[in-house]
């Protein structure tokens, strides 16, 4: 006759808990999750930005290419370009 035995080890090398250990834990987790609800519920969005005029518009762009003009000064004169399209097409 054959007998089986069934030995128990800690293959995953993860120590094995208490249960007072485990609700701990979880009363931890709870606890940072009702704080990240409360921080979502008390948000305010931001105050929604106001339209640019053209010319507000244009002024950004000649700034961007201000920034850019040693590095790249083939898209910089785009951008200039675009800025004066952009202010011209109000006018008219």
């Known amino acids: 006759m054959t ?3 069934l ?3 800690n293959v995953s090398g993860v120590e094995q808990t208490s249960v007072g250990d485990a609700l701990y834990g ?3 987790a709870t606890h940072r999750l009702m704080l ?3 921080a979502a519920a ?3 969005p931001k105050a929604v930005m106001l339209a640019l005029t053209a010319f507000q518009e244009a ?3 000649c700034a961007m290419a201000d920034n850019l ?3 790249d000064p083939n898209f910089a004169q785009d951008l200039y370009s675009a800025a004066d ?3 011209l097409s109000n006018r008219f």
Do not use: F, K, N
Request: glycine fraction near 0%; charged fraction near 30%; charge should be positive.
């Open 3 to 5: 007998s089986a035995t």
């Open 69 to 71: 003009l040693r590095t």
């Open 59 to 61: 002024e950004e762009l």
């Open 7 to 9: 030995h128990s080890t």
């Open 85 to 87: 399209r952009r202010e």
């Open 26 to 28: 979880m009363a931890t």
């Open 36 to 38: 990240a609800l409360w």
């Open 42 to 44: 008390i948000h305010r």
